[in-house]
C-alpha cells in the first residue's frame, strides 16, 4: 500500500487527515528540525521483538525515554530488543524511519502487538508519518484509535513513566 492509498483508507473510514511534505527524516531530531510550527503531538514509534520472535509497535510521545529492559515485563516480553530493517519491511511494509502506526495496514497476519503511550491519546492532533517519511499526516487521538480497531490492532494503552 501507498501513502495516498493509505490516505485513501483514512477517507474511506471517514477519518479526516492533514498530511504536509517535508524531506525524508529519519529520527525523532531530524523531524523536529523539518516540522516547522505543526500543531499537535509528535510520536516516537519503536519496532521492537522479544527473544521468542513476538514483535511489537511501541508508541509514545517523542520526548519519552524508553527503558526496554523495564518496557518488556509490562507487556509480557521476554527480553526486548529493536527488529530488524529487514523484519520490519516483512511485517509492517516499512523502512526505518517511516515507522508509523499506520504501517498495521501491512500486518494482514497481526503478529505485531501494538502498544500506546496513554498520554498520546490526551492530545489532538496526533502527526505520524503515512508509511512514508517524508510527509506528516495529522489525525486526531479518537481517529488514531478507530483506525487501530479498524485494522484488527486495537492498541493495549499503557502509562509510561516520566
Do not use: Y
Not at 483514512?10 to 505543526?38: C, K, M, N, W, Y
Not at 508509523?100 to 494482514?108: E, I, L, M, R, T
Not at 492530545?123 to 512514508?132: K, S
Amino acid at each position: 500500500m501507498t501513502s495516498d492509498e493509505l490516505l485513501a483508507r483514512l477517507a474511506a473510514l471517514g477519518i479526516p487527515a492533514r498530511t504536509v511534505s517535508h524531506p525524508p527524516v529519519f529520527t525523532v531530531e531530524e523531524a523536529r528540525r523539518q516540522r516547522g510550527d505543526l500543531p499537535g503531538t509528535f510520536t516516537k514509534n519503536l519496532f521492537l521483538r522479544d527473544k521468542k520472535g513476538a514483535m511489537w509497535m511501541v508508541v509514545c510521545r517523542e520526548d519519552r525515554p524508553v527503558d526496554l529492559k523495564a518496557l518488556a515485563p509490562r507487556i509480557g516480553a521476554n527480553h526486548l530488543s529493536f527488529g530488524s530493517a529487514e523484519r520490519l519491511q516483512r511485517h509492517l511494509g516499512v523502512i526505518p524511519g517511516a515507522v508509523s502506526p499506520f504501517a498495521v495496514v501491512h500486518d494482514a497476519d497481526r503478529l505485531v502487538q501494538v502498544v500506546l503511550d496513554r498520554e498520546v491519546l490526551g492530545h489532538d492532533p496526533v502527526n505520524l508519518h503515512p508509511l512514508d517519511n517524508g510527509r506528516t499526516t495529522a489525525i486526531s487521538a479518537a481517529d488514531l484509535l478507530r483506525f487501530l480497531e479498524a485494522e484488527g490492532h486495537a492498541p493495549r494503552l499503557l502509562d509510561f513513566p516520566g
